[in-house]
């Protein structure tokens, strides 16, 4: 246990996630930043087979055999006398709510590009959600040891898409077979890339001639003239716009020849943002939890189920936003529910510690049986309410059954289990004994049923429903709402917070039911507390 004061050791957090396209090379760079931390002695490599596909984040059997990540993890490791909180997202579309929710729990975040593709349309949705929140951008601009498009058409891009300023704090040597190193525009100094070769090279002057062995004078001379259009044509990096999230620092290098990925994690110590104010509610009033308040409280931004399989476990993932917290604190609610919280989770990954004390930045898994759920906020006093976290409505609904007509309890527990986790959506009609799972896409519906044979040992068969659209409905009158679902029986489920839906067939039905019944609100997104 540290002499530090808890305020002291909120500053010394630094919680970011991870952001990409597909295949930009995410999960690969998060194995090589826990390398370069020293946290682990084997980085795993997504397209790597044996041992090497063995990689800390991806933890689920559909991960390593699929090679993505399909949810979110969190790895808690020391460095530089930083306690980092990575946070790693799913890259795949289909998983963008999970994802979401994620970034709330983030301070800052790092962008993976593709040094040949730019900008793909997965980042992009990424970025947004992180401009939302005004979450500082640091770039990583990857897979430069392969064939890339100029430096200066990448950093443009940035520049021109994402509406950022851009500042290269190091500028590459060529790209592919001719990639040769990495200069630091900030302290003069060449770090030279040598094929084949896992230990790292010292920088060196670029008026080094032991340099001549690692970089060509044709490449020198381009990486000098590059240098000098770069010097005039960006400007200079402000700690201060960076973290207002208007301008991102940029690194190069090669996650996979772990290339430039020490001095990614040098940079997101020194310059990432420790934990800062949140704001949250107090009965009417609203108030900025500050890190180093006393009072312990936090927001659960995720839900995970069967972590061990073996114990069915289910843990809350918890942001802690304020506060000391001790192994043993009985934390509430806003609705007055009350644990205490005895064996408190650090994560690595799908491996755990029991967390004796934990501080504002940190990330806690709290095991629960349905106590929890995605959205709900924790304090000592049990009054104070963070925002809520969105869901949004699915745009891919099946009906759900099981192969074994005996099984449909079964299958009903391990639909409720896994929709809690806030991934999928569960409706239940009104009317009828049948299931209907909500999803973003058809990913969703895959990983549901390989995790429901892998976990629960039962064979489920999703087919299609005569719904295609699910809204949310509201109204200022208890009597118009329950007159409308009255009239619409058949159409009408509850979400698993009991939240009424209406389920149509099309866009247009409503439409044609908003024009029909003004007094109700049809809502694609609702927030649950």
């Not at 530090?4 to 500053?11: G, V």
């Not at 290339?259 to 009417?284: C, I, Q, R, W, Y």
Request: some cysteine; glycine content about 6%.
């Amino acid at each position: 246990m540290t002499d530090l004061p808890f305020e002291a050791e909120a500053k010394r957090r630094r919680t970011f996630a991870i952001i990409s396209h597909p295949d930009a090379g995410k999960t690969t760079l998060t194995e090589n930043l826990l390398f370069a931390a020293g946290a682990v002695r084997l980085a795993g490599q997504v397209r790597a087979r044996g041992e090497n596909r063995r990689t800390s984040s991806d933890w689920m059997k559909i991960e390593r055999e699929r090679g993505i990540s399909v949810s979110s993890s969190v790895m808690t490791f020391e460095y530089r006398d930083c306690m980092v909180n990575l946070l790693d997202t799913p890259g795949h579309e289909d998983f963008s709510e999970d994802t979401y929710r994620t970034l709330t729990a983030a301070d800052s975040a790092v962008m993976v590009l593709d040094a040949a593709k730019g900008i793909e349309p997965q980042t992009l949705k990424l970025f947004e959600v992180c401009r939302l929140r005004d979450i500082p951008i640091l770039t990583f601009i990857n897979k430069m040891d392969r064939e890339a498009q100029d430096p200066l058409e990448i950093l443009d891009e940035v520049a021109n898409k994402l509406a950022l300023d851009v500042v290269p704090m190091q500028w590459p040597a060529g790209s592919g077979a001719r990639f040769s190193g990495i200069q630091n525009l900030t302290s003069d100094l060449f770090t030279p890339f040598a094929k084949g070769q896992d230990e790292p090279i010292a920088p060196m002057k670029l008026d080094d001639p032991a340099l001549e062995a690692y970089l060509s004078d044709e490449v020198r001379e381009e990486l000098v003239d590059s240098i000098e259009l770069a010097d005039g044509g960006f400007p200079e990096f402000a700690l201060q716009s960076y973290l207002e999230g208007h301008m991102t620092p940029v690194y190069f290098g090669s996650a996979l020849r772990k290339f430039g990925v020490t001095e990614l994690l040098d940079a997101l110590v020194e310059l990432a943002p420790a934990p800062s104010e949140v704001k949250a509610d107090l009965g009417a009033n609203e108030v900025l939890q500050q890190p180093g308040g006393k009072e312990v409280s936090g927001f659960v931004f995720k839900v995970q189920a069967n972590m061990d399989p073996n114990h069915r476990d289910r843990i809350a993932f918890t942001r802690l936003c304020s506060g000391q917290f001790r192994r043993g604190m009985k934390l509430r609610t806003i609705a007055g529910k009350a644990m205490t919280v005895s064996s408190p989770l650090m994560f690595f990954a799908q491996d755990r510690e029991i967390a004796d004390t934990a501080y504002a930045g940190d990330v806690i898994g709290i095991p629960n049986h349905g106590v929890l759920r995605v959205g709900d906020s924790l304090s000592e006093s049990g009054k104070l309410q963070y925002p809520g976290l969105p869901n949004f409505a699915p745009e891919l609904l099946r009906r759900a059954r099981p192969k074994d007509p005996m099984k449909a309890k079964h299958l009903r527990k391990a639909l409720e289990s896994l929709a809690e986790e806030g991934v999928t959506q569960l409706f239940k009609p009104m009317i009828g004994a049948e299931m209907i799972l909500g999803a973003v896409g058809a990913l969703q519906i895959e990983v549901t049923a390989e995790r429901i044979a892998t976990e629960y040992k039962l064979d489920v068969i999703f087919e299609p429903c005569p719904y295609s659209v699910a809204r949310w409905i509201t109204a200022k009158d208890d009597a118009a709402l329950e007159s409308f679902a009255d009239r619409h029986k058949m159409q009408m489920a509850e979400d698993g917070d009991g939240a009424p839906v209406f389920l149509a067939k099309s866009s247009w039905e409503i439409n044609y039911a908003q024009e029909k019944f003004p007094d109700i609100s049809f809502t694609a997104t609702r927030e649950r507390r």
